[in-house]
Nanobody, 128 residues
């Protein structure tokens, strides 16, 4: 079993910044493709950003493009740098991961169903 733990959420003002972290532990998959999703009150969970296990490929949703940056420092830790925050970014942010093979080093995934492991979520609240 793989455990994912998010941290770094909290309260920020519009225009401010926050940095989310996700640490994976447990079963030793050698490599994880990872992603961030978020769920605002009364809305469905939506894709935010994703990154390949190598870190060489990534993508983000149009709503956050140019403001949020996904990155990773090794095979098991991932970050989301959020800048120019808007009140509509308020949501619970979830980290997700899936085991990958060596040969899929540049693969990333934007749909929830591709991920088998999820964190418990961290609240991000942006005040206007």
């Amino acid at each position: 079993q793989v455990q994912l733990v998010e941290s770094g959420g909290g309260l920020a003002q519009a225009g401010g910044s926050l940095r989310l972290s996700c640490a994976a532990s447990g079963r030793t998959f050698s490599r994880y493709a990872m992603g961030w999703f978020r769920q605002a009150p009364g809305k469905e969970r939506e894709f935010v950003a994703a990154i390949s296990w190598s870190g060489g490929s990534s993508t983000s949703a149009d709503a956050v493009k140019g403001r949020f940056t996904i990155s990773r420092d090794n095979a098991r830790n991932m970050f989301l740098q959020m800048s120019s925050l808007k009140p509509e970014d308020t949501a619970v942010y979830y980290c997700a991961a899936r085991g990958e093979t060596y040969y899929n080093s540049e693969a990333y995934y934007t749909d929830e169903g591709s991920f088998g492991f999820w964190g418990q979520g961290t609240q991000v609240t942006v005040s206007s």
